[in-house]
């Protein structure tokens, strides 16, 4: 059974930042999209790819912004995107880009596919959105491409252009008013996203990074790869209702919307797999409570808003039923444990 696609909010941060100083109803486009403001607190948060890529179309139809996707992809450098796009920025040249993107996409997105196609004397760099293969999502699959073109001119210049693309999009007179694609041989509407580069490209070394150390720390890429998007139906479900606590109880409406699916379809594949929802999300709390309970500076009742309680007895009943102690007799009994006290 196939993992839920996720994707991790620093790319929407993009969107929501631009939408903001335009001053378009941003919160609002987020509520419709089942998305919170709250969860974009963290960069590093995994969300939900579908709900993602329409909030991005909602908010360019109801704003009237035919270009969203290619303006805001054009506005983003590969260090913008958290700490997946740090790791790309400290690529030593185009070659060592390619194919660390092609290695690691996983760990920023379990949505999209990224590929190196050899060819004579060039290479084609192709891209698929397989998440939003039943959406429309043009103003998306812009995004992704001007990310893709702005990664490759960190060795090629900002002037760089290819001279050839293709792009899963439709044209439309807004489109190409941008000029981006003027001199470049553009095929529209073709299953990915692909960029042409010549072979002799390759061995470029890329820009240092304005403002990024020239190393990042080993807990840096530990954290990404632990934190990666689950390539497991289980897994990711699990991570689909982290993603979720901070609005609240993950509603089962919700993470079946992620999946494209109707709640009793949803139903379905839980029982296929043999999960029960109910439980995965008691799970998903009491292990996150587990956790930081064991953080003296967090206080019980921040703890019980993250985990989405909106009343921190709540929570105390929910943890008592779980340990048959108070959060706070836990986290007693644990600061007794690790200074040697009675067990």
């Given at each position: 059974?196939?993992?839920?696609?996720?994707?991790?909010?620093?790319?929407?941060?993009?969107?929501?930042?631009?939408l903001?100083?335009?001053?378009?109803?941003?919160?609002?486009?987020?509520?419709?999209?089942?998305l919170?403001?709250?969860?974009?607190?963290?960069?590093?948060?995994?969300?939900?790819?579908?709900?993602?890529?329409a909030?991005?179309?909602?908010?360019?139809?109801?704003?009237?912004?035919?270009?969203?996707?290619?303006?805001?992809?054009?506005?983003?450098?590969?260090?913008?995107?958290?700490?997946?796009?740090?790791?790309?920025?400290?690529?030593?040249?185009?070659?060592?880009?390619?194919?660390?993107?092609?290695?690691?996409?996983?760990?920023?997105?379990?949505?999209?596919?990224?590929?190196?196609?050899?060819?004579?004397?060039?290479?084609?760099?192709?891209?698929?959105?397989?998440?939003?293969?039943?959406?429309?999502?043009?103003?998306?699959?812009?995004?992704?491409?001007?990310?893709?073109?702005?990664?490759?001119?960190?060795?090629?210049?900002?002037?760089?252009?290819?001279s050839?693309?293709?792009?899963?999009?439709?044209?439309?007179?807004?489109?190409?008013?941008?000029?981006?694609?003027e001199?470049?041989?553009?095929?529209?509407?073709?299953?990915?996203?692909?960029?042409?580069?010549?072979?002799?490209?390759?061995?470029?070394?890329?820009?240092?990074?304005?403002?990024?150390?020239?190393?990042?720390?080993?807990?840096?890429?530990?954290?990404?790869?632990q934190?990666?998007?689950?390539?497991?139906?289980?897994?990711?479900?699990?991570?689909?209702?982290?993603?979720?606590?901070?609005?609240?109880?993950?509603?089962?409406?919700?993470?079946?919307?992620?999946?494209?699916?109707?709640?009793?379809?949803?139903?379905?594949?839980?029982?296929?797999?043999?999960?029960?929802?109910?439980?995965?999300?008691?799970?998903?709390?009491?292990?996150?409570?587990?956790?930081?309970?064991?953080?003296?500076?967090?206080?019980?009742?921040d703890?019980?808003?993250?985990?989405?309680?909106?009343?921190?007895?709540?929570?105390?009943r929910?943890?008592?039923?779980?340990?048959?102690?108070?959060?706070?007799?836990?986290?007693?009994?644990q600061?007794?444990?690790?200074?040697?006290?009675?067990?």
């Open positions: 059974m196939k993992a839920i696609p996720l994707v991790r909010a620093s790319a929407l941060l993009r969107f929501t930042d631009f903001d100083q335009i001053g378009a109803p941003t919160e609002r486009w987020l509520e419709q999209s089942n919170s403001g709250a969860l974009l607190i963290t960069p590093e948060r995994l969300l939900p790819t579908v709900q993602t890529a909030f991005v179309e909602r908010a360019a139809r109801a704003d009237g912004l035919d270009t969203l996707g290619i303006v805001v992809g054009q506005q983003t450098q590969a260090w913008h995107l958290g700490e997946f796009g740090h790791l790309l920025s400290r690529s030593l040249t185009l070659y060592d880009l390619l194919t660390t993107l092609e290695r690691t996409i996983n760990l920023m997105h379990s949505g999209e596919r990224f590929r190196i196609i050899e060819q004579v004397d060039a290479v084609w760099l192709q891209t698929h959105l397989y998440a939003l293969d039943r959406c429309e999502s043009p103003h998306t699959q812009c995004f992704s491409l001007m990310v893709y073109l702005n990664a490759l001119r960190l060795a090629l210049g900002p002037q760089w252009k290819p050839e693309l293709h792009l899963a999009a439709k044209p439309n007179p807004a489109l190409l008013a941008t000029g981006v694609f001199g470049i041989q553009v095929r529209w509407g073709t299953p990915h996203n692909a960029i042409k580069i010549p072979k002799a490209l390759l061995s470029f070394p890329l820009r240092p990074a304005p403002g990024l150390p020239s190393s990042q720390p080993q807990a840096s890429y530990d954290d990404l790869y934190s990666a998007p689950a390539e497991d139906f289980g897994l990711s479900l699990k991570q689909l209702i982290e993603s979720f606590l901070p609005q609240g109880h993950p509603d089962i409406a919700k993470a079946a919307q992620a999946l494209g699916l109707g709640v009793r379809s949803f139903q379905r594949r839980l029982t296929e797999a043999d999960l029960s929802y109910s439980h995965l999300v008691e799970q998903v709390r009491f292990n996150l409570a587990i956790s930081w309970l064991q953080d003296p500076s967090l206080k019980v009742a703890i019980a808003a993250e985990l989405g309680y909106n009343d921190p007895a709540n929570f105390t929910a943890f008592k039923r779980w340990t048959g102690v108070s959060p706070l007799r836990f986290r007693q009994q600061q007794q444990q690790a200074g040697g006290g009675e067990r």
